[in-house]
């Protein structure tokens, strides 16, 4: 920072280094029964699916909520909300305080250690730990921290052109149970 606003680059400041963008952290998916028959772990139908984005810059999370009422019925979608973490975590503990926890299913799009992840193992009662191999590398969020950091550097004096590569399609509509997400469009009413 302190080189750029010393080789005389207008407009150089601390914040330029922060992102609004929000990268899929976690998706959850909640079935209406677990089985376990003949060595097969079979879910039943699924009722929710939250998709979790969470931007590190500042600190706050984005929850897409879809729920489904009967098999049959297509998922509709709970009004979207920027949240932070307690809110979060009170959200999710009290509209899923009565579902049994292998009902759950955590589905990790970024490194798994997060304040939230670490709650949600928690409040599932996993002992299990988290494998060392899970922790090496850069997460999402730090490769699209660095490469904005880069085109904040190299940007302003013309080095460097890039894009972003696409996010995948989050939530994922491929369940585990092997059902598709589908969604009616409509918006539930609070």
């Known amino acids: 920072m302190k080189y750029l606003q010393a080789a005389g680059l207008p407009r150089v400041h601390d914040n330029q280094y922060m992102t609004l963008s929000l990268h899929p952290h976690i998706q959850i998916e909640v079935y209406?029964?677990?089985?376990?028959?003949?060595?097969?772990?079979?879910?039943?139908?699924?009722?929710?699916?939250?998709?979790?984005?969470?931007?590190?810059?500042?600190d706050y999370y984005h929850l897409s909520h879809w729920h489904r009422a009967?098999?049959?019925?297509?998922?509709?979608?709970l009004p979207r909300q920027n949240i932070h973490y307690h809110a979060l975590r009170d959200?999710?503990?009290?509209?899923?305080?009565?579902?049994?926890?292998?009902?759950?299913?955590?589905?990790?799009?970024?490194?798994?250690?997060?304040?939230?992840?670490?709650?949600?193992?928690?409040?599932?009662?996993?002992?299990?730990?988290?494998?060392?191999?899970?922790?090496?590398?850069?997460?999402g969020t730090e490769t699209m921290g660095f490469a904005d950091e880069m085109m904040a550097i190299l940007g302003p004096i013309g080095v460097a052109t890039t894009r972003e590569p696409p996010e995948p399609t989050f939530p994922n509509p491929h369940l585990a149970n092997g059902e598709y997400l589908g969604r009616s469009g409509a918006i539930a009413e609070p």
């Open 32 to 58: 209406a029964s677990f089985d376990l028959t003949d060595d097969k772990a079979p879910f039943g139908p699924y009722t929710d699916v939250l998709a979790i984005s969470f931007n590190a810059h500042l």
């Open 70 to 77: 009967r098999p049959e019925q297509p998922a509709v979608e």
């Open 91 to 139: 959200y999710i503990s009290t509209r899923f305080k009565h579902t049994p926890k292998n009902n759950v299913l955590f589905s990790h799009r970024d490194i798994p250690l997060s304040p939230l992840i670490c709650w949600l193992m928690d409040w599932n009662d996993d002992r299990h730990g988290v494998p060392s191999s899970w922790l090496r590398g850069r997460s």
